[in-house]
């Protein structure tokens, strides 16, 4: 640790315009997961890079402001949102996570393919990214 | 002989990349070895691009975007290594 303060405002000025561009790409790939390369796993690796991003750019304590989120409770949730899905086949009498889909008109989209995998998909984005923010959050907060 | 020019940047890649690593080896302060290793990133895009133009699809398009981004950020956090000792920090404004 150096006595002067330093400046990073180039770092922390690109850092707010290209997180934005991250977590959009992320969540592209998380909904390109069906037809083209991408899904849950790379679409929660992008999300964590881009806090990882903000983290380095800014501190843990701005970054806990930012997101107000214990990441914890973040993979429980995805773990819960993923077994509900596998679980949810139970109620129309098919084996335990199997999927189904449909044509649906959507008001904005036109007619959209909406499969349930997303759902299972969205569960495993929320594990990656609490544990990997979990992670290095542990890590980094130690003194 | 659009295969050969494409395969032709593709040895130009390669030979740069091995010279990149020759700097990665010998560099004799970390930083040249950090530079390095960004532009070891980039010509990895670059070819990554030029091998989904020779197999004719575009499924490796994300991958370019993806090792942009992580080369982006594996840079910056060893920048700030570099500069303050550590990466992340408690409180900025102690």
Redesign the interface.
Known sequence: ??EHK?NDII?QTVTKL?SFI?LL?SFY?FL?GHN???GGF?GGL?TS?AI??L????????VQSILPVNFIYVAGAGLLIAIATGAGSFLFGAPFLSHTFGHFQLPLLGKTELATATLFDLGVYLVVVGVTMTI??T???E? | MFTFILQLSLGIMAVSTLLYVIRVIKGPTVPDRVVALDAIGINLIAMTALVSILLKTT?FL??I??LG??S??GT??FA?FL???????????R
Do not use: H, W, Y
Not at chain 1, 55 to 62: G, Y
């Open positions: 640790m150096r330093t770092m290209v991250i790409f790939l390109s083209a390369p991408g790379v992008i890079s990882v991003l983290l380095l750019a800014f501190d843990l304590k701005t290095i959050q890590i980094g907060e003194e | 499924a994300d991958i975007l993806l981004i992580l982006f950020i910056i956090a700030k500069e303050k000792g550590e990466i992340i920090e408690n409180d900025r404004n």
